[in-house]
């Protein structure tokens, strides 16, 4: 599942037993602002057992200086600890493209020591906007937003397609693996 800005969960236990079992938390945006409410989420997340990490809403320019932003507000709550849903990359602002992810990614690998990333956007996205074979490597998973209602069967193919946002619904979104990935293929 994954929360956006200012999406709450009230009871993590519940959502775990209802088999949720990794969450993508929206908790920096742009070049300074962190979502408060995103951070105890996260922790709230983890000690249910739910296999959380944050999101990053990109904003055009300055990346270098997002991905430190998101780098620093992440290292204290622990989201680049191994178990972590990997660190994610939304990037359906205007004004992002291939350039801006690949310097995203390379800085915030830079900075955390992890190399497993994920990158957030829509089908629309995928098939007209971004090229991933410019910047994913193996340790790039992409995930993908249709709300076409067949779990892990977005309707796009690409290598790295390793996670599929089915469903607006239960609430928060439900998010369904591409097979062949696992839950091992998206968490540090």
């Not at 602002?33 to 951070?39: E, G, H, L, N, P």
């Not at 599929?164 to 369904?176: C, E, I, K, N, V």
């Given at each position: 599942?994954d929360?956006?800005?200012h999406?709450t969960?009230d009871?993590?236990?519940?959502?775990?037993?209802?088999s949720v079992?990794?969450a993508?938390?929206?908790?920096?945006?742009s070049?300074?602002?962190?979502?408060?409410?995103?951070?105890?989420?996260?922790?709230?997340?983890?000690?249910?057992?739910?296999?959380?990490?944050?999101?990053h809403?990109?904003?055009?320019?300055?990346v270098?200086d997002?991905?430190?932003?998101?780098v620093?507000?992440g290292?204290?709550?622990?989201?680049?600890?191994?178990?972590?849903?990997?660190?994610?990359?939304?990037?359906?602002?205007?004004?992002i493209d291939?350039?801006?992810?690949?310097?995203?990614?390379?800085?915030v690998?830079?900075?955390?020591?992890?190399?497993?990333?994920?990158?957030?956007?829509?089908?629309?996205?995928?098939?007209?906007?971004?090229?991933?074979?410019?910047?994913?490597?193996?340790?790039?998973v992409?995930?993908?937003?249709r709300?076409?209602?067949?779990?892990?069967?977005?309707g796009?193919?690409?290598?790295?397609?390793?996670l599929?946002?089915?469903?607006?619904?239960?609430?928060?979104g439900?998010?369904?693996?591409?097979?062949?990935?696992?839950?091992?293929?998206?968490l540090?």
């Amino acid at each position: 599942m994954d929360l956006s800005l200012h999406e709450t969960v009230d009871d993590w236990a519940a959502m775990r037993a209802r088999s949720v079992r990794f969450a993508s938390i929206t908790v920096t945006e742009s070049l300074n602002w962190t979502d408060d409410t995103a951070v105890r989420q996260l922790g709230d997340a983890l000690r249910a057992g739910v296999h959380a990490g944050i999101r990053h809403y990109a904003r055009a320019g300055a990346v270098q200086d997002q991905a430190r932003h998101f780098v620093r507000t992440g290292m204290p709550l622990g989201a680049f600890a191994p178990g972590a849903l990997a660190p994610t990359l939304d990037v359906g602002a205007d004004g992002i493209d291939d350039r801006f992810i690949k310097a995203w990614i390379k800085a915030v690998r830079s900075a955390s020591g992890v190399r497993r990333v994920l990158v957030y956007a829509t089908y629309e996205d995928w098939l007209h906007r971004f090229r991933p074979d410019k910047w994913a490597d193996s340790e790039v998973v992409l995930w993908l937003v249709r709300h076409n209602g067949i779990p892990g069967r977005p309707g796009w193919f690409h290598s790295r397609l390793g996670l599929h946002q089915h469903s607006a619904g239960r609430p928060h979104g439900a998010d369904a693996l591409v097979y062949p990935f696992t839950l091992a293929d998206v968490l540090l």
